[in-house]
């Protein structure tokens, strides 16, 4: 079981995103998808999302929201519970990351870029002013099988 955070830095209509294209063996290779990463011992949520950002982009946030969970189920990965995160306001300047390319894309761009298709549920609900939510996504390898919101079944 692996805890992680994923946080999408929100500039007007754009989100900061990363394109997986450095690492080997990356699950999301080509895909792309916010920052974050593993909680590391004794980081709770917050830490983590603060850790991870700040590693990856340079940047230090100081106006961010927590938004949901996303519990990750595949026939391949452990299973992984993500804590979701929106940002718009950090200090500091972006320098290049190590897992990725850093691009600002516009929303209403992100669904036809190479995405896990349970990211494009969850993106769709953080373009909505919705409370905390929990989501289940299943996968069968890159296929999604499952997709649960808040205990009503989508797919």
Excluded at 16 to 37: A, F, P, T
Excluded at 60 to 65: F, G, K, N, W
Aim: with cysteine; glycine share 8%.
């Amino acid at each position: 079981m692996i805890n992680s955070t994923l946080c999408y830095l929100e500039r007007g209509d754009e989100y900061l995103m990363l394109h997986r294209v450095k690492k080997e063996h990356d699950l999301n290779h080509d895909k792309w998808i916010g920052v974050g990463g593993k909680f590391e011992e004794g980081e709770s949520p917050e830490d983590c999302v603060l850790r991870e950002t700040w590693e990856e982009t340079g940047l230090r946030l100081t106006d961010y929201r927590y938004r949901g969970l996303v519990t990750f189920v595949s026939d391949q990965w452990p299973t992984e519970y993500m804590h979701l995160f929106t940002a718009a306001g950090w200090t500091g300047e972006a320098h290049p990351c190590d897992e990725g390319e850093l691009a600002w894309i516009r929303k209403a761009d992100l669904l036809s870029l190479p995405l896990w298709e349970g990211d494009k549920i969850f993106l769709r609900l953080l373009d909505t002013d919705r409370p905390v939510f929990s989501l289940k996504l299943q996968y069968e390898g890159e296929k999604l099988v499952l997709a649960v919101l808040d205990g009503e079944r989508l797919l």
